[in-house]
Nanobody, 123 residues
Framework: VQLQAFGGGLVQAGGSLRLSCVASGRAINRHIMAWFRQPPGKEREFVAGIGWTGIRLHYADSVKGRFTVSRDNAKLMVTLQMNNLKPEDTAVYFC?????????????????WGQGTMVTVSS
C-alpha cells in the first residue's frame, strides 16, 4: 500500500493541526495504521496507532489527551487531530501501515510509509 501524508505546517503553541494520510494501491481494512514522528536530531518515535476497525487506539504518553487518531477505511484515510500543541511536538510526522493485527510501537515493524509532513510549533 502507498501512503501520502499531508496537513503539516507552522502553528503557535496551544494551537491545532489535523494531519491526514491517504492510502492507495489496496484496501487498508486489514492494516494497522500508525503515526510516528521524528524530531530534529532525534530518532523516530511512536505517536499513535489504530486497529483495523478504529476501536483499538494507542497513544504515546506525551500526546495522550491532546491527539486523536481515527480512520475511515472506505475513504482509505487515517487522520491525526492534534490539539494543544507544544513546541516539543515539532517534528516530521509520518504515517505507517502494516498487515498485522496488533498495533506495534517499533517503527521497524511497519512496512509501508508515507513521505512525512513537517509540523512546527512555535513558543
Amino acid at each position: 500500500v502507498q501512503l501520502q501524508a499531508f496537513g503539516g505546517g507552522l502553528v503557535q503553541a496551544g494551537g491545532s493541526l489535523r494531519l491526514s494520510c491517504v492510502a492507495s494501491g489496496r484496501a487498508i481494512n486489514r492494516h494497522i495504521m500508525a503515526w510516528f514522528r521524528q524530531p530534529p536530531g532525534k530518532e523516530r518515535e511512536f505517536v499513535a496507532g489504530i486497529g483495523w476497525t478504529g476501536i483499538r487506539l494507542h497513544y504515546a504518553d506525551s500526546v495522550k489527551g491532546r491527539f486523536t487518531v481515527s480512520r475511515d477505511n472506505a475513504k482509505l484515510m487515517v487522520t491525526l487531530q492534534m490539539n494543544n500543541l507544544k513546541p516539543e511536538d515539532t517534528a516530521v510526522y509520518f504515517c505507517a501501515a502494516d498487515q498485522s493485527y496488533k498495533v506495534r510501537y517499533d517503527y521497524e515493524q511497519y512496512h509501508s510509509w508515507g513521505q512525512g509532513t513537517m509540523v512546527t510549533v512555535s513558543s
